[in-house]
């Protein structure tokens, strides 16, 4: 949902995969509701038009806990962060989002 450009598809995206009353808590935040979810990604766009998110290995999870690790940076360049989603689902959909950043490199 991060890499997508188009706010219409982002939206239906986080419509599909996010509880209305998610909350996404990020290392230096915590966003609620999809409202403020749609916002972040739209600030994470903006602030960083041409990185993108990727997945490190498969994502794994164990009743309603899962787990993806990401990296994130310019396209086609080694990634600037490093880090884990951890997300806590009910009725298929994502309730709480919490994010773990494991490394931030400095631009050389």
Do not use: C
């Not at 995969?17 to 739209?42: M, Q, S």
Request: hydrophobic content about 35%.
């Amino acid at each position: 949902m991060f890499n997508e450009p188009d706010p219409i598809r982002r939206a239906a995206v986080i419509a599909e995969n996010y509880a209305e009353d998610v909350v996404w808590h990020e290392p230096d935040r915590i966003n609620k509701g999809r409202t403020d979810l749609t916002r972040r990604a739209e600030e994470l766009r903006a602030e960083n038009p041409d990185w993108i998110f990727r997945p490190v290995g498969p994502s794994s999870g164990l009743d309603d806990i899962g787990h993806l690790g990401f990296q994130y940076g310019p396209a086609g360049q080694p990634p600037m962060v490093s880090g884990m989603d951890i997300a806590r689902t009910q009725n298929g959909v994502i309730i709480e989002l919490y994010t773990v950043v494991t490394e931030i490199r400095q631009p050389s």
